[in-house]
């Protein structure tokens, strides 16, 4: 059994957290507490028909530190991050910025090689896909920007409903390449 560390990034009050619940417990909550800490979970769980030992960190937004730079604010927070094995970037599709924010994230673990390589997969995931009347992101425009130029995983999911949240992860273990 080989341990899989996971962080999950993105604005304040995208669902990073309620993504991970809904994976780990099945529960969902309408309440927002914004994550401060970096929060750890470590279940195990069989996916694909093989047991995993997952480390997911869920990290508060970055402007809640002060530092502008992925890498200070790694150091500042979480050492690990230099070992991830993949990253989820999570973004609202009915909120602009949210995305503006993923892409700045990523080109931030792009730039400063916080993990080391190049390789570590990035799955960019748009959450909240229950609420597709707010929509403000077209589909087809991210799917094509994170699938064919960044070369990343994308998945929409709703923490909610439960929707493709089990796709995600199991996208996640098989190497981060989403269909
Ligand atoms: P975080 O700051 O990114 O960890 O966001 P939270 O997980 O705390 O969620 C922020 C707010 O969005 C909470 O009020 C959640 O109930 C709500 N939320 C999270 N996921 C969804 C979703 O898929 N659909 C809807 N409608 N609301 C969601």
Not at 22 to 50: I, K
Not at 57 to 73: A, G, K
Not at 149 to 168: F, Q, R
Request: charged residues 20%.
């Amino acid at each position: 059994v080989s341990t899989y560390r996971v962080a999950v990034l993105g604005a304040r009050g995208v669902g990073k957290s309620a993504i991970v619940r809904q994976f780990l417990y099945n529960e969902f909550s309408e309440v927002c507490v914004p994550t401060t800490a970096r929060r750890l979970y470590l279940p195990a769980v069989v996916m694909n028909g093989h047991v995993h030992d997952l480390q997911i960190l869920d990290f508060p937004p970055i402007s809640t530190f002060p530092v502008n730079t992925l890498q200070e604010w790694a150091d500042a927070c979480c050492r690990g991050l230099r070992s991830v094995h993949a990253y989820i970037l999570v973004y609202d599709i009915c909120c602009f910025d949210s995305f503006e924010y993923v892409k700045t994230i990523r080109q931030q673990i792009l730039e400063t090689r916080v993990i080391g390589t190049s390789e570590t997969p990035i799955i960019i995931v748009g959450n909240k896909r229950d609420l597709q009347r707010g929509r403000v992101i077209p589909r087809w425009n991210v799917s094509h920007l994170v699938r064919k130029t960044w070369k990343c995983g994308y998945v929409e999911c709703s923490a909610k409903y439960n929707w493709h949240i089990l796709l995600l992860f199991s996208e996640l273990l098989k190497g981060g390449a989403c269909a």
